[in-house]
């Protein structure tokens, strides 16, 4: 079936340390895997995502990582700010015609000063 | 509003009404994208569109309903049927060909009183 899982739902770090998402897909099919960020009461804003031609992809402070054999991907953040605090959501599409993208359920991440 | 435009911005509903919820986009896009966030959960797939006049179900269509007469527009009707309509609701859009990360709207949030 189409699914995505996300661990873990909440994620609590101290400022300047490295927090980790995961999440895992079930259609080996899937080619694009974007990552979203959502502050309360906001829209979800894309940061980063990767195909599926790669291994990793980075963007200063943000990274992704995709293994393909195992179908799971990964965000990497580092050095955390207090404006990283939001909510993040993974996504991997499913084809039925058009694409639809599946969301994971979302990591809390709060970064304490 | 980054190309795509969701209104009203908040809407209060009474118990045996239905509402109309607007998504216009001027990206040129084909795909258009309805979902439902609960507070505290993720995003989930209501209904979608990839060309005009043509239109499918998603996790959680049961008490909504869409037209895509527009290519530009995907307006969302919550009907009566729907037993708990009280969410954030978004709008995306996205090239069809392959996948790419979605635009999203601002959202609206529907309250029944």
């Known amino acids: 079936g189409e699914n995505v899982e996300q661990h873990p739902s909440t994620l609590s770090v101290q400022e300047g340390d490295s927090a980790v998402i995961k999440c895992t897909y079930s259609d080996s099919a899937s080619n694009y895997f974007p990552w979203y960020k959502q502050e309360l009461g906001k829209r979800p804003q894309l940061i980063i995502d990767?195909?599926?031609?790669?291994g990793e992809k980075k963007d200063q402070r943000i990274a992704v990582t995709l293994n393909k054999t195992a179908k799971h991907f990964s965000l990497h953040i580092t050095e955390t700010q207090p404006e990283d605090s939001a909510v993040y959501f993974c996504?991997?599409?499913?084809?039925?015609?058009?694409?639809?993208?599946?969301f994971g359920t979302g990591t809390r991440l709060k970064v304490l000063a | 509003d980054g190309g795509i435009t969701q209104s009203p911005k908040y809407l209060f509903r009474k118990e045996g009404q239905n509402v109309t919820l607007s998504c216009e986009q001027n990206?040129?896009?084909?795909?258009m994208y309805w979902y439902r966030q609960d507070p505290g959960q993720g995003l989930r797939l209501i209904y979608y569109?990839?060309?005009?006049?043509?239109?499918q179900k998603g996790d959680i269509a049961e008490g909504y309903s869409v037209s895509r007469e527009k290519k530009e527009s995907f307006p969302l009707t919550v009907t009566s049927a729907q037993k708990n309509p009280t969410a954030f609701y978004l709008c995306?859009?996205?090239?069809?060909?392959?996948?790419?990360?979605?635009?999203f709207g601002s959202g609206t949030r529907l309250t029944v009183v």
């Open positions: 996504a991997a599409p499913f084809y039925s015609g058009t694409y639809k993208y599946i």
């Open positions: 990767i195909r599926s031609n790669v």
């Open positions: 569109s990839q060309i005009v006049n043509d239109f």
């Open positions: 995306a859009s996205s090239p069809r060909e392959i996948p790419y990360g979605y635009t």
């Open positions: 990206l040129n896009h084909d795909a």
